[in-house]
């Protein structure tokens, strides 16, 4: 509301219309801007408290927009204040009525629900959907990000062979375009997703870069306050989910539509295709997986941690492999990334700022300590884009449906075997398949 617009008198007013048969006030606050309502919750389901209340004051006051969220003021010196010692006790922590202009919007990057900080050290905030210099620098460096990673996938025997030949783009667009199909299908769920549910406050993306996967996501704004929080989780969900299957289906066709090894590597068809280490499938516990499955007797090559051989596999597979790790990687709740909104979704904001906290120093931990570049340039772009505090669901009370908590958890467990390295080793060939000691691991 405009500043001046709200007072007690106004507040009175509202107070007037909330159902005393859904939500009974005892206290009401009210400032320039808005109302604070608090009060019990009188129905047998939050969302039917929420949804009484909406209709009741969008019938007398449709300037006005209402928000059930939990109250942190119900508690005092870390115990819970008197009157809701025997009340209501399955819907702690105690609710608050929250009245604002149905024209509001989230705050921007001077407000207070942009953190300072983060473990108390100063933090720089750029919001590439407020700061159009942070967005072009983005894309740009995602552009080339892209071309490098396309780059690193083929040794220098092979591209000086396609620089000789001209035939440097034709080698990389592969890689390029399915990391960026990628990136499209995961956008383009979120934009589905929102649509169905009618949110219209999902930001455009703009991508962040990785010479290790190309990219490494792309950062979303909420420019407008989720309905209920299982709507935030269908939406943030929705991208991960769809990008691990088109990873998984990646990495399948790339693993099974090739001819059996051979030991030639020399021939000029193999310059063409993308020579990746064994330790890149070995990071991955899915990707080791699907190779030996493919490919039952290259099993201790792959998973041997003494070989260092060169793997030349299709341009589908290492794709599928970059995309898979794209899509693990923005599940990992740190800042505004997806999983970060669907576990805040899944256990409340309060609980989730906590699981956050511990996992960002997980994180940080094994990216400095194991020297995990990929992890540690993850932090630091999540704390760098990630780290504002998205705006509250308009309904924080009511739990997300229990078929969203199934899908977080198959995802986060696909998520979990893309980024945890194999952990089989000593692993022996099939014995009716003979390979020499210095059997190459070759994909033709």
Request: hydrophobic residues 50%.
């Amino acid at each position: 509301l405009p500043t001046g617009i709200m007072n007690s008198s106004y507040a009175q007013q509202i107070k007037a219309q909330i159902p005393s048969n859904a939500f009974y006030v005892d206290a009401v606050e009210s400032s320039s801007t808005c109302a604070v309502f608090r009060g019990r919750v009188r129905c047998a389901k939050l969302s039917d408290c929420y949804k009484t209340c909406q209709n009741a004051l969008a019938t007398k006051f449709p300037e006005l927009m209402v928000f059930l969220l939990e109250d942190p003021a119900a508690f005092v010196d870390g115990n819970e204040d008197d009157d809701w010692s025997n009340f209501d006790t399955p819907f702690r922590p105690p609710l608050s009525l929250v009245v604002v202009a149905s024209n509001a919007g989230p705050g921007n990057s001077n407000d207070l629900s942009s953190p300072a900080s983060v473990w108390g050290l100063p933090l720089i905030q750029l919001d590439p959907s407020e700061n159009k210099i942070a967005a072009a620098l983005l894309w740009i460096s995602s552009a080339a990000s892209l071309f490098i990673f396309a780059a690193s996938a083929f040794n220098s025997e092979s591209i000086d062979q396609l620089i000789t030949t001209n035939s440097l783009w034709p080698a990389f667009l592969p890689l390029i375009t399915l990391i960026v199909t990628n990136t499209l299908l995961h956008e383009g769920a979120h934009i589905f997703i929102a649509k169905k549910y009618n949110f219209s406050g999902w930001s455009a993306p703009t991508p962040t870069p990785s010479i290790s996967t190309g990219l490494l996501g792309t950062i979303n704004s909420l420019q407008a306050f989720p309905k209920s929080r299982s709507d935030l989780m269908a939406i943030s969900l929705a991208g991960p989910s769809i990008g691990l299957l088109f990873s998984l289906l990646c990495l399948f066709a790339g693993a099974f539509c090739f001819e059996p090894p051979h030991l030639n590597a020399a021939i000029d068809a193999d310059l063409f295709l993308p020579h990746i280490p064994a330790a890149a499938i070995r990071s991955s516990t899915i990707a080791s997986i699907i190779l030996a499955l493919a490919n039952p007797q290259l099993a201790t090559s792959v998973v041997n941690e003494a070989t260092n051989a060169q793997l030349i596999v299709s341009p589908i597979f290492v794709a599928g492999l970059a995309s898979s790790i794209i899509n693990a990687l923005q599940l990992i709740p740190i800042g505004r990334t997806d999983g970060s909104r669907a576990l805040g979704a899944l256990i409340g904001r309060n609980a989730a700022v906590a699981v956050t906290a511990i996992v960002t120093t997980v994180v940080f931990f094994n990216a400095f300590f194991l020297n995990d570049d990929l992890l540690l340039a993850h932090l630091l772009i999540a704390l760098t884009f990630y780290a504002r505090t998205d705006p509250p669901c308009r309904d924080e009370a009511t739990e997300p449906e229990a078929g969203l908590a199934n899908l977080y958890a198959i995802a986060v467990s696909v998520a979990v075997f893309v980024l945890l390295p194999c952990p089989l080793s000593g692993l022996s060939s099939p014995s009716n398949v003979n390979l020499p000691a210095d059997f190459p691991v070759i994909f033709p």
